[in-house]
């Protein structure tokens, strides 16, 4: 199994940025890619942005040019990374970290950002 702890989240108001973590233990050798997600209000969830392994990375069109993806990795466990610069309101939304592998899919549990108009 895999878990996954993401931190980060917050207000911040528009034009500002923000850093999102995502700690995954356990079987963290397991996993393929990592991505992270998001699900505003009334709205599906989507995707935000993935990496894989190699490190090659994959962006939903509305955060091209201003989030960042990258991940670190050690012995015992990855961390993913979400850089999040020229904030707008519409990126409020609940952010998930996922972690896709061997063992399946795991999800956090969340991390809320609010960005202020």
């Known amino acids: 199994q895999v878990q996954l702890v993401e931190s980060g989240g917050g207000l911040v108001q528009a034009g500002g940025s923000m850093r999102l973590s995502c700690v995954a233990s356990g079987s963290s050798f397991s996993i393929n890619a990592m991505g992270w997600y998001r699900q505003a209000p009334r709205k599906q969830r989507e995707l935000v942005a993935l990496?894989?392994?190699?490190?090659?990375?994959?962006?939903a069109d509305s955060v091209k040019g201003r989030f960042i993806i990258n991940l670190a990795r050690d012995n015992t466990k990855n961390t993913l990374y979400l850089q999040m610069n020229s904030l707008k309101h519409e990126d409020t939304a609940v952010y998930y970290c996922?972690?896709?592998?061997?063992?399946?899919?795991?999800w956090g549990r969340g991390t809320q950002v609010a960005v202020s108009s």
């Open positions: 996922d972690a896709d592998g061997s063992l399946g899919d795991s």
């Open positions: 990496i894989n392994l190699s490190g090659r990375t994959n962006y």
